[in-house]
């Protein structure tokens, strides 16, 4: 799968890869998403249907097109944890307060998980293949891997691919009660990561053209795998990409500074990559059930750029100048791990 091009909504500057030279760091432990103006792409009446991630969604995936030259795609799919939980939350409050009496149907469409897929769909009046993955932490993943099912079909030339998660207040205060955002600090602020949100999106095409970013060689999902049976299939997908472990630059992973999260990393990573260069992202992106998606669009970025900022290299201080094969690994409490292998497409 070629990466054609990709968008990104999040904590960092909007539809730009400014973040790569001028990050911008917080102390907060929950970050807000930094919109762009939704007015020069949206009509107000297109806005008021729309809750801020759909918003998120339909502009990041029209400019994506629009940068890839691409008038239609012909399949949509995304992946996201808890869809717009906000809509969701609106629909129970007012079952609750109108006694199951006079209830807003927008609320209740909009609460369902593909409702993301679909928006953006009606939106570019795409009547292709259109699907939606909901399973928590590895959303994003279970998309791409639909996405090279699909190409394998050799129906389907271009897929719009995203990733899509929002933090509400309810949501927020639920999970914190759980734990789910109890960071240690880092060294200094800026390692310090927090609650955020996301949205990426990146159009894959099946074949490589002028404007293509990177490549995807291969994903990979596993379920409560051991390190031997990880080592194994990682040995596979290195031999079907006719790479070794040691041509890899680095390995994207899912570090948060969250002990629990953290700890499962600093077992798997030694054990599998040795001493090859570890990078970090949550720490400006931050933490959410689609973050693996902007790890994924970091790992993009820098292949295509060709280097790696000292800032996203954990316990380095300086630039890494060679970016030609990046892995992403990430986990799901310890369940569900997923390795994602890309691969740059300059000579």
Same mark, same amino acid.
């Given at each position: 799968?070629?990466?054609?091009?990709?968008?990104?909504?999040? #904590?960092?500057?909007?539809?730009s890869?400014?973040?790569?030279?001028?990050?911008?760091?917080?102390?907060?432990?929950r970050?807000?998403?930094?919109?762009?103006?939704?007015?020069?792409? /949206?009509?107000?009446?297109?806005?008021?249907? =729309?809750?801020?991630?759909?918003k998120?969604a339909?502009?990041?995936?029209?400019?994506t097109?629009?940068?890839?030259?691409?008038? =239609?795609?012909?399949?949509? &799919?995304?992946?996201?944890?808890?869809?717009?939980?906000?809509?969701?939350?609106?629909?129970i409050?007012?079952? =609750?307060k109108?006694?199951?009496?006079?209830?807003?149907?927008?609320?209740?469409?909009?609460?369902?998980?593909?409702?993301?897929?679909?928006t953006?769909? &009606?939106?570019?009046?795409?009547?292709?293949?259109?699907n939606?993955?909901v399973?928590?932490?590895?959303?994003f993943?279970n998309?791409? =891997?639909?996405?090279?099912?699909?190409?394998?079909?050799?129906?389907?030339?271009n897929?719009?691919?995203?990733?899509?998660?929002?933090?509400?207040?309810?949501y927020?205060?639920?999970?914190?009660?759980?734990? &789910?955002w109890?960071? #240690?600090?880092?060294?200094s602020?800026?390692?310090r990561?927090?609650?955020?949100?996301?949205?990426?999106?990146?159009?894959l095409?099946?074949?490589?053209?002028?404007?293509?970013l990177?490549?995807?060689?291969?994903?990979?999902?596993?379920?409560r795998?051991?390190?031997?049976?990880?080592?194994?299939?990682?040995?596979?997908?290195?031999?079907?990409?006719?790479? #070794?472990?040691?041509?890899?630059? #680095?390995?994207v992973?899912?570090?948060?500074?969250?002990?629990?999260?953290?700890?499962?990393?600093?077992?798997?990573?030694?054990?599998?990559?040795?001493?090859?260069?570890?990078?970090?992202?949550?720490?400006?992106?931050?933490?959410?059930?689609?973050?693996?998606?902007?790890?994924?669009?970091?790992?993009?970025?820098?292949?295509?750029?060709?280097?790696?900022?000292?800032? /996203?290299l954990?316990?380095?201080?300086?630039?890494?100048?060679?970016?030609?094969?990046? /892995?992403?690994?990430?986990?799901?409490?310890?369940?569900?791990?997923s390795?994602?292998?890309?691969?740059?497409?300059?000579?």
């Amino acid at each position: 799968m070629f990466v054609t091009s990709t968008k990104q909504i999040s #904590a960092q500057n909007p539809l730009s890869d400014s973040w790569f030279d001028d990050p911008v760091y917080y102390v907060d432990k929950r970050v807000p998403t930094v919109d762009p103006d939704f007015s020069a792409y /949206l009509s107000p009446i297109a806005s008021r249907r =729309m809750c801020s991630l759909l918003k998120r969604a339909v502009v990041i995936s029209r400019l994506t097109l629009q940068d890839a030259g691409i008038e =239609m795609p012909d399949a949509i &799919i995304s992946g996201t944890g808890l869809g717009c939980i906000g809509n969701t939350e609106k629909f129970i409050w007012s079952i =609750m307060k109108n006694g199951e009496q006079c209830l807003q149907p927008t609320f209740f469409m909009q609460s369902t998980h593909n409702v993301l897929s679909t928006t953006v769909a &009606i939106d570019l009046k795409c009547y292709g293949y259109n699907n939606t993955f909901v399973h928590r932490g590895v959303s994003f993943e279970n998309a791409l =891997m639909d996405a090279d099912l699909q190409f394998g079909n050799k129906k389907i030339r271009n897929i719009l691919v995203g990733g899509y998660e929002e933090l509400n207040d309810d949501y927020y205060v639920f999970f914190d009660r759980l734990g &789910i955002w109890d960071f #240690a600090d880092g060294p200094s602020s800026k390692n310090r990561c927090f609650a955020g949100e996301a949205s990426v999106c990146m159009l894959l095409s099946s074949e490589k053209t002028d404007r293509t970013l990177c490549e995807i060689n291969d994903v990979e999902l596993m379920y409560r795998p051991s390190i031997g049976q990880m080592r194994t299939i990682l040995d596979a997908m290195l031999k079907k990409a006719g790479i #070794a472990l040691t041509d890899i630059d #680095a390995v994207v992973t899912g570090i948060s500074s969250h002990p629990a999260n953290d700890a499962v990393y600093g077992e798997v990573v030694p054990a599998l990559f040795g001493d090859l260069p570890v990078m970090q992202y949550k720490h400006l992106f931050g933490e959410s059930f689609s973050s693996n998606a902007l790890g994924t669009y970091v790992a993009m970025t820098c292949l295509h750029k060709g280097r790696i900022p000292a800032f /996203l290299l954990k316990e380095r201080d300086a630039d890494l100048n060679t970016a030609k094969h990046i /892995l992403v690994y990430n986990h799901y409490q310890n369940k569900s791990h997923s390795f994602i292998l890309l691969s740059s497409c300059s000579s």
